[in-house]
């Protein structure tokens, strides 16, 4: 069983960066995909994006496309997630999910394992 700890939120302004971390211990890193979501006050969490297990092929929300990039280090056991261009909308509580899935699902339910979450605040 994976465990995950997210670390990097943090209070920014608009139009900058951020870099989420995601550690995993506890089992073989490789063997899962990976995701972030994120929950904003008020709203149900939403899928942000994933990194498949094996192609590593990437899937990306409509709504941060285009700025955001998750990656993987396996030898490291992480996922991060470099946030660029950030807005307020981004605002939120970012989870990292692990799955056993062959590929990157969009729904919490696909997600067995969960991190405690990390808040990231975008200041206009």
């Known amino acids: 069983q994976v465990q995950l700890v997210e670390s990097g939120g943090g209070l920014v302004q608009a139009g900058d960066s951020l870099r989420l971390s995601c550690a995993a211990s506890?089992?073989?890193?490789?063997?899962?995909?990976m995701a972030w979501f994120r929950q904003a006050p008020g709203k149900e969490r939403e899928f942000v994006s994933g990194?498949?297990?094996?192609?590593?092929?990437?899937t990306y929300a409509d709504s941060v496309k285009g700025r955001f990039a998750i990656s993987r280090d396996n030898a490291k056991n992480t996922v991060y997630l470099q946030m660029n261009s950030l807005k307020p909308d981004d605002t939120a509580v970012y989870f990292c999910a692990a799955s056993l899935s062959i590929v990157v699902h969009r729904t919490t339910q696909s997600y067995a394992y969960w991190g405690q979450g990390t808040q990231v605040t975008v200041s206009s």
């Open positions: 990194i498949s297990r094996i192609s590593g092929r990437t």
């Open positions: 506890g089992g073989t890193f490789s063997t899962y995909t």
